[in-house]
């Protein structure tokens, strides 16, 4: 299946922990992989493309990293708005999938 | 920046066709492609279409039979139609624009809030 696949699925951590998130693409997609977050009633937002760079406004306690099949999403020291559930994102071909997501909760 | 905002019925009869447009603020229409995703309650975002104003559409496999987007550029508008819906295309329905890499149409960097559509009798 063209989907790629996030885990955990959730992620129990307190304030000021560093939360690490992995996402497997369904294919090597070289370097074109994207996170978004997205909070309860909000639209997701998008966090990093291109496997490793920030969108506009985003801090810098968010990077990413990999290249191929396997990438990660790491958020240096959790802040109380990081609380989110984050989805990673692949293009296969025209057709765009995202992961099933990681919750990341308050420990 | 470019704000989007859809609009259309909160509420489809199955069977019926669920008709959503999104307007873009900046009058950017022409320049980007524009793209439609859902996300079921509780569960992960489906990808369903995209579109820009000079290309041919691009559908995702599994809702390609029931789907049409368009793009009015005199209204800085895109749309969505899906027909013969069911329960299960209850979602929130977003509208978002695409980020280009090279020529190829691969992120969202830019979305509407949102609007749930149910489909109920």
């Known amino acids: 299946e063209i989907v790629p696949t996030q885990s955990p699925a959730t992620l129990s951590l307190s304030p000021g922990e560093r939360a690490t998130l992995s996402c497997r693409a369904s294919?090597?997609?070289?370097?074109?992989l994207a996170w978004y977050q997205q909070k309860p009633g909000q639209a997701p937002r998008l966090l990093i493309y291109d496997a490793s760079i920030r969108a506009t406004g985003i801090p810098a306690r968010f990077s990413g990293s990999g290249s191929g099949t396997d990438f990660t999403l790491t958020i240096s020291s959790l802040e109380p708005e990081d609380f989110a559930v984050y989805y990673c994102?692949?293009?296969?071909?025209?057709?765009?999938?995202f992961g099933g997501g990681t919750k990341v909760e308050i420990k | 920046q470019v704000q989007l905002q859809e609009s259309g019925p909160g509420l489809v009869k199955p069977s019926e066709t669920l008709s959503l447009t999104c307007t873009v603020s900046?009058?950017?229409?022409?320049?980007?492609?524009w793209s439609w995703i859902r996300q079921p309650p509780g569960k992960t975002l489906e990808w369903i279409a995209y579109i820009s104003y000079s290309g041919g559409p691009k559908y995702n496999p599994s809702l390609k039979s029931r789907v049409t987007i368009s793009v009015d550029a005199s209204k800085s508008q895109f749309s969505l139609k899906l027909t013969s819906v069911t329960a299960a295309d209850t979602a929130v329905y977003y509208c978002a624009k695409l980020m280009v890499r090279g020529v190829t149409p691969w992120y969202f960097d830019y979305w509407g809030q949102g609007t749930l559509v149910t489909v109920s009798s």
């Open positions: 900046d009058g950017s229409i022409s320049n980007h492609y």
């Open positions: 294919q090597s997609v070289s370097t074109y």
């Open positions: 994102q692949q293009r296969s071909n025209w057709l765009l999938t």
